[in-house]
C-alpha cells in the first residue's frame, strides 16, 4: 500500500520558518516524483514545489523562499519554509504519481500551516 504522511505544520509569526516533512511507504522512492500542495477553504489546490530527481520546480509566490529536497535512504521528502507569509496559510499536502498499484495521484492528509501576529 502508498501512504503518505506530513508532518512539521504549525502556527508561525510572519518572517518565521518551518520544515514540513513528508514520510512515503509503498513508493519506489528514489524513482518518483514528489510534490507539495496547498489549499486554502475554498481555493483551488496549487502546487508549490515539485523534485524529479535532483530537479526541482517552485510556484513564482515561493521562489526563493522555500525549498524543497529529498532523502532517498529515508523515504522523505522536505519543504523548508523561510520568510513566511500570512499568504502562505493553508492546509500542505505531500504528493506523487504513481501507475501502481493505480494510476494516479496519491495524497497524504494534509498538515495546517498558520501564519499570523
Known amino acids: 500500500q502508498v501512504h503518505l504522511v506530513e508532518s512539521g505544520g504549525g502556527l508561525v509569526q510572519p518572517g518565521g520558518s518551518l520544515r514540513l516533512s513528508c514520510a512515503a511507504s509503498g513508493v519506489f522512492f528514489r524513482l518518483s516524483a514528489m510534490g507539495w500542495y496547498r489549499q486554502v477553504s475554498g481555493k483551488e489546490r496549487e502546487l508549490v514545489a515539485r523534485i524529479v530527481g535532483g530537479s526541482t520546480n517552485y510556484a513564482d509566490s515561493v521562489k526563493g523562499r522555500f525549498t524543497i529536497s529529498r532523502d532517498n535512504a529515508e523515504n522523505t521528502v522536505y519543504l523548508q519554509m523561510n520568510s513566511l507569509k500570512p499568504e502562505d496559510t493553508a492546509v500542505y499536502y505531500c504528493?506523487?504519481?504513481?501507475?501502481?498499484?493505480?494510476?494516479?495521484?496519491?495524497w497524504g492528509q494534509g498538515t495546517q500551516v498558520t501564519v499570523t501576529s
Open positions: 504528493n506523487t504519481f504513481l501507475y501502481t498499484p493505480a494510476k494516479r495521484d496519491y
